[in-house]
């Protein structure tokens, strides 16, 4: 039993780490500000993946946890994106590199 637990957690962290590299890539290659949104939220994700392993011994922990991470990804995500969409309408352009240029 303490063997398959190891193995299960090890393939939990190794998964986390795939996830977050995907996302970081995601983050450093793209321009658009929805991308690098979805970026950020998948190295979110890979994060929260990689404490998993640590909450499987105790289920009650394991389960507070997970409602208090919906609840702060849902309330980010709302923020962000009408944060993107006062960029959108104020400057007409979601590309980075152009709000860098108008020093935004």
Do not use: C, H, W
């Not at 190891?6 to 658009?32: P, W």
């Not at 970026?39 to 909450?55: A, D, H, R, T």
Request: charged share 10%; net charge negative; aromatic share 8%.
């Amino acid at each position: 039993m303490i063997i398959v637990d190891q193995l299960s957690a090890l393939i939990a962290f190794i998964t986390s780490a795939l996830v977050i590299a995907i996302g970081s890539y995601g983050l450093a290659s793209s321009n658009n500000l929805l991308r690098q949104l979805l970026s950020v939220e998948v190295i979110f994700n890979g994060l929260l993946l990689l404490v998993l392993p640590i909450l499987i011994g105790n289920p009650y922990m394991a389960t507070y946890f997970g409602i208090v991470v919906v609840s702060i990804a849902s309330v980010e995500v709302v923020v962000v994106v009408a944060i993107i969409l006062a960029f959108m309408r104020a400057y007409r352009t979601l590309s980075s590199s152009d709000l860098e240029e108008k020093e935004v």
